[in-house]
Protein backbone atom coordinates (compact mmCIF):
# COMPACT_ATOMS: atom_id res chain seq x y z
CA UNK A 1 0.00 0.00 0.00
CA UNK A 2 1.01 3.71 -0.11
CA UNK A 3 3.37 5.15 2.56
CA UNK A 4 4.09 8.77 2.87
CA UNK A 5 6.22 9.53 5.91
CA UNK A 6 7.62 12.90 6.41
CA UNK A 7 10.68 13.85 8.19
CA UNK A 8 12.42 17.11 9.10
CA UNK A 9 10.85 19.19 10.71
CA UNK A 10 11.83 20.99 14.00
CA UNK A 11 11.55 24.44 16.11
CA UNK A 12 13.45 27.51 14.04
CA UNK A 13 13.95 31.04 14.46
CA UNK A 14 12.22 33.19 12.47
CA UNK A 15 14.49 34.02 8.96
CA UNK A 16 16.21 30.60 9.22
CA UNK A 17 15.34 27.37 7.41
CA UNK A 18 14.11 23.72 7.40
CA UNK A 19 14.66 20.95 5.05
CA UNK A 20 11.32 18.69 4.80
CA UNK A 21 11.82 15.02 3.32
CA UNK A 22 8.78 12.80 2.73
CA UNK A 23 10.34 8.78 1.36
CA UNK A 24 7.11 7.27 -0.62
CA UNK A 25 6.73 3.46 -0.99
CA UNK A 26 4.08 1.08 -2.62
CA UNK A 27 3.44 2.65 -5.86
CA UNK A 28 5.63 3.85 -8.75
CA UNK A 29 7.13 6.98 -7.63
CA UNK A 30 8.36 8.73 -10.64
CA UNK A 31 4.74 8.02 -12.49
CA UNK A 32 3.11 10.62 -9.66
CA UNK A 33 2.92 14.07 -9.47
CA UNK A 34 3.83 15.03 -5.69
CA UNK A 35 2.53 18.08 -3.52
CA UNK A 36 3.35 19.39 -0.03
CA UNK A 37 0.10 20.36 2.38
CA UNK A 38 0.34 22.17 5.37
CA UNK A 39 -2.19 22.52 8.24
CA UNK A 40 -1.74 24.91 11.55
CA UNK A 41 -3.90 24.49 14.13
CA UNK A 42 -7.46 25.08 13.52
CA UNK A 43 -7.24 25.80 9.97
CA UNK A 44 -7.94 23.71 7.24
CA UNK A 45 -5.11 21.51 5.36
CA UNK A 46 -3.89 23.59 2.12
CA UNK A 47 -1.77 23.13 -0.62
CA UNK A 48 1.82 24.71 -0.16
CA UNK A 49 3.89 23.36 -3.32
CA UNK A 50 3.12 20.70 -6.07
CA UNK A 51 6.16 19.07 -8.94
CA UNK A 52 5.65 16.86 -12.39
CA UNK A 53 6.53 13.61 -12.46
CA UNK A 54 9.65 14.60 -13.82
CA UNK A 55 10.43 17.51 -12.00
CA UNK A 56 9.79 19.83 -14.80
CA UNK A 57 7.11 21.65 -13.63
CA UNK A 58 6.51 23.07 -10.13
CA UNK A 59 4.40 25.63 -8.65
CA UNK A 60 3.75 27.23 -5.66
CA UNK A 61 1.18 29.19 -3.25
CA UNK A 62 1.23 32.86 -3.10
CA UNK A 63 2.19 32.63 0.66
CA UNK A 64 5.76 30.10 -0.08
CA UNK A 65 6.33 32.04 -3.51
CA UNK A 66 10.44 33.11 -3.50
CA UNK A 67 10.83 31.56 0.14
CA UNK A 68 10.66 28.14 -0.64
CA UNK A 69 11.56 25.12 -2.99
CA UNK A 70 10.15 22.08 -4.20
CA UNK A 71 12.07 18.90 -5.41
CA UNK A 72 12.21 15.62 -5.98
CA UNK A 73 14.89 12.47 -6.30
CA UNK A 74 13.23 9.75 -8.32
CA UNK A 75 15.72 7.18 -7.41
CA UNK A 76 15.40 7.76 -4.04
CA UNK A 77 11.80 8.00 -3.99
CA UNK A 78 12.25 11.05 -2.14
CA UNK A 79 10.40 14.38 -2.09
CA UNK A 80 11.95 17.47 -0.67
CA UNK A 81 10.48 20.87 0.61
CA UNK A 82 13.51 23.31 1.10
CA UNK A 83 12.22 26.27 3.15
CA UNK A 84 13.49 29.63 3.90
CA UNK A 85 13.20 32.88 5.50
CA UNK A 86 10.42 31.11 7.37
CA UNK A 87 8.17 33.11 9.46
CA UNK A 88 5.87 32.46 12.22
CA UNK A 89 2.73 31.84 10.08
CA UNK A 90 4.86 29.01 8.74
CA UNK A 91 4.06 26.87 11.72
CA UNK A 92 1.98 24.15 10.33
CA UNK A 93 2.14 20.35 10.42
CA UNK A 94 3.32 19.43 6.96
CA UNK A 95 2.42 16.87 4.83
CA UNK A 96 2.97 15.12 1.33
CA UNK A 97 0.69 13.01 -1.09
CA UNK A 98 1.15 11.80 -4.36
CA UNK A 99 -1.79 13.21 -6.56
CA UNK A 100 -2.83 9.70 -7.87
CA UNK A 101 -3.72 8.76 -4.40
CA UNK A 102 -6.04 9.82 -1.31
CA UNK A 103 -3.05 8.23 1.55
CA UNK A 104 -1.33 10.75 3.80
CA UNK A 105 1.60 10.57 6.21
CA UNK A 106 1.49 11.48 9.58
CA UNK A 107 3.38 14.98 8.77
CA UNK A 108 5.72 16.45 10.53
CA UNK A 109 6.00 19.79 12.71
CA UNK A 110 7.47 23.00 11.68
CA UNK A 111 7.32 25.34 14.49
CA UNK A 112 9.08 29.10 14.15
CA UNK A 113 9.08 30.61 16.79
CA UNK A 114 11.83 32.85 18.90
Known amino acids: QVQLVESGGGLVQPGGSLRLSCAAS????????MKWYRQAPGKERELVAS????????NYADFVKGRFTISRDNAKNTVYLQMNSLKPEDTAVYYC???????WGQGTQVTVSS
Open 26 to 33: GFTFSRSA
Open 97 to 103: KASKFES
Open 51 to 58: ISTGGGTV
